[in-house]
């Protein structure tokens, strides 16, 4: 069985000479229509509490190509154009909704990048673009699949380009494996499923933070707009470029083996903003990015098929005894093990809780089914913030 999904496919690019200017030019002209029409909303806002939709702001854009001091916007692709604005009227929607922060200023430190969404050819490993019209020679590494919807060219703050296409695909439903898990999201592991299992942490992540550490204390040393500060900023930049891949890898793999695995997956809602907040764990708790790792069960339950759902974070995974319910009240954080009083059962305090969180899980499963009120696999949103919502914002 299949199910209809959108998906990206992204892959670096080597751009000649030439391409690279247009799409310094593209990127440029892209980061001044966002800001520019943020600014006009802004200030509308604030004179007139008006605001601008996406249609009403597009229709500012041939003006401004026939004004002289901004007449270069005319050199470029116009649809892309039209899509940062699009871009900026998504943010402004999310942010009336309550979904995420006003929209902010885009400046040329950002990740840079622009949209096409019509009139590219995509053929044997080239790409060509409006406007450009030269073939770009694109690194492959697999097969796109489905109908590309649009593609996204980027730039990293490492000067790498990439070239991401959308599709609209579809995915396979699992087949069912009859097993039900509650999973802890942990300091030491990233997960703990309540059958035993553990995902462990990344090791060779540690050597790359420490090398980080050192990098961005060197950096600090460094003489203001020396070429020696520019050679380690750029040293600091590859280095959290590689953090970043490494732990995104190890998440796309551990959540696939997870939702492959398992037909109920239940996990605990943490206030992890809270926490990173509050506690000396905040780095340990960033670290195994748990925001991200219940956020990308939650859409892959969905594709494949699976059931995923949050069980309330006030419920003491922790402290109550997986056998026999019994509440051990002085349990603390030091706490890797403790016996039961009352039944002796000796635990292993993550696999304890991702027990009862099963337990949990399966009991509020069937008390939505009951109800009536679960339709799909989602659970109904909270007024409180979830786990599942990522911990920074994507930006538009
Ligand atoms: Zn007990």
Known sequence: MTKPCLKAFKFRIYPNKVERTFFARQFGCNRFAFNYMLEHNNTLY?????????FEMTA??????????????????????????????????????????????KTKHDRQCFKVAQDFKFENGKLWLPKLKTWIKVKVSREVIGK??????????????YVSFTVSGTNETFAPTGKSIGLDLGIKDAAILSDGTRYENIKTLSKFEKKLKYAQRQLSKKQKGSKAKERQRRKVAILHEKIKHLRHDHIEKLTTDIIKNNDKIFCEDLAVKNMVKNH??????????????????????EWHGRVFLKVGRFFPSSKTCSSCGWIKEDLTLKDRAWTCQLCDSHHDRDINAAKNILAEGLKKLKDLSVCGAHSDNKQKQGETPSLEEPMTPEKP
């Open 148 to 161: 590309i919807l649009y593609l996204h060219i980027s730039k990293t703050v490492t000067g790498k380009y």
């Open 60 to 105: 500012l854009l041939p003006a401004l190509k026939k004004q002289e001091q901004t007449k270069w916007l005319a050199e470029v692709n116009a649809q892309s154009l039209q899509l940062a604005v699009k871009d900026l009227d998504t943010a402004f929607k999310r942010f009336f909704d309550k979904k995420s922060e006003r929209p902010t200023f």
């Open 280 to 301: 000396k764990l905040a780095k340990s708790l960033s670290d195994v990015s748990l925001g991200s790792i219940g956020a990308k069960l939650e859409y892959k339950a």
């Open 46 to 54: 604030k004179e007139e509490k008006k605001h601008l939709g996406y």
